[in-house]
Nanobody, 120 residues
């Protein structure tokens, strides 16, 4: 069974930086996409950044130029470097991976979430 474990959340002042990491455990043939989503209180979960198997990335407009998504294929991880954090970045951040097993069946798995709080 594949599980995603996130780390790196916390409390930071506005203008500060945090780095989130997510590691997958379990048997996976391939990972098609790795992403970070976030959900603020009273709001819907939204895409923050995604990196696909070919290496292309996509970011929410609100984080472009401040956040960087990266991966380590050998370690089945995905990271999110967050710089110049703003109070509006406060949310629970979730890791997500779309992956295939050895029968090429596609799965979508979420991490448990990690809290990021940015103070004024």
């Amino acid at each position: 069974q594949v599980q995603l474990v996130e780390s790196g959340g916390g409390l930071v002042q506005a203008g500060g930086s945090l780095r989130l990491s997510c590691a997958a455990s379990g048997s996976m043939f391939s990972i098609d996409a790795r992403g970070w989503y976030r959900q603020a209180p009273g709001k819907q979960r939204e895409l923050v950044a995604v990196i696909i198997s070919g290496g292309s990335t996509n970011y929410a407009d609100s984080v472009k130029g401040r956040f960087t998504i990266s991966r380590d294929n050998a370690k089945k991880t995905v990271s999110l470097q967050m710089n110049d954090l703003k109070p509006e970045d406060t949310a629970i951040y979730y890791c997500n991976m779309e992956w295939r097993d050895y029968k090429r069946v596609v799965y979508n798995t979420w991490g448990q979430g990690t809290q990021v709080t940015v103070s004024q």
